[in-house]
């Protein structure tokens, strides 16, 4: 165990076995304080990549760039162990790397709306169907890997 990193600097019980279990009758506590920082780490990687690269970059799919770096941020944080230095109680840093692999990656990945593809017909139209595909896959595997960290 971390030096410093007791249940009274903390809002989790580090005395379990498991290290992100809440301290007992805590456990709605630090499900809206994990909640609450997933969200503002999304709303400040959200806004950075809108301003940093243009609105055009994100286009339409703002909200399920927001909702994707949420859950990502969201999940990386209940499950990789506490790292850095507390804040409040609150390690932070598992929340914002997470999220900024997040980001790069849909920056890596996502092309700027009325960007011209490199294929027309049903074969660009494929390639655009398996990302989707593939992005709302990804945001119900968090989802779910976030409902199995409080369980």
Same mark, same amino acid.
């Given at each position: 165990?971390?030096?410093?990193?007791?249940?009274?600097?903390?809002?989790?019980?580090?005395?379990?076995?498991?290290? %992100?279990? @809440?301290?007992?009758?805590?456990? &709605?506590?630090?499900? /809206?304080?994990?909640?609450?920082? #997933? /969200? #503002?780490?999304? =709303?400040?990687?959200?806004?950075?990549?809108?301003?940093? =690269? +243009?609105?055009?970059?994100? *286009?339409?799919?703002?909200?399920?760039?927001?909702? /994707?770096?949420? /859950?990502?941020? %969201?999940?990386?944080?209940?499950?990789? $162990?506490?790292?850095?230095?507390?804040?409040? *109680?609150?390690?932070? &840093? $598992?929340?914002?790397?997470? *999220? =900024? &692999?997040?980001?790069?990656?849909?920056?890596?990945?996502?092309? $700027? !709306?009325? #960007?011209?593809? !490199?294929?027309? +017909? $049903?074969? @660009? !139209?494929? &390639?655009?169907?398996?990302?989707?595909?593939?992005?709302?896959?990804?945001?119900?595997?968090? @989802?779910?890997?976030?409902?199995?960290?409080?369980?």
């Amino acid at each position: 165990m971390r030096p410093g990193y007791t249940s009274t600097t903390s809002l989790r019980d580090t005395g379990r076995s498991s290290w %992100w279990k @809440a301290a007992p009758g805590r456990e &709605v506590q630090v499900f /809206l304080v994990d909640l609450m920082l #997933a /969200l #503002a780490v999304a =709303l400040l990687l959200t806004a950075i990549f809108a301003a940093g =690269l +243009g609105s055009r970059r994100l *286009g339409s799919n703002w909200l399920i760039f927001f909702g /994707l770096v949420t /859950l990502a941020a %969201w999940a990386g944080g209940v499950w990789i $162990p506490p790292v850095g230095p507390p804040v409040l *109680g609150i390690y932070w &840093v $598992p929340f914002l790397f997470v *999220g =900024l &692999v997040a980001t790069v990656l849909w920056a890596v990945t996502n092309r $700027p !709306e009325g #960007a011209e593809r !490199e294929g027309n +017909g $049903p074969e @660009a !139209e494929e &390639v655009g169907l398996t990302f989707s595909l593939f992005v709302w896959i990804l945001m119900i595997g968090l @989802a779910l890997a976030i409902l199995l960290a409080y369980t």
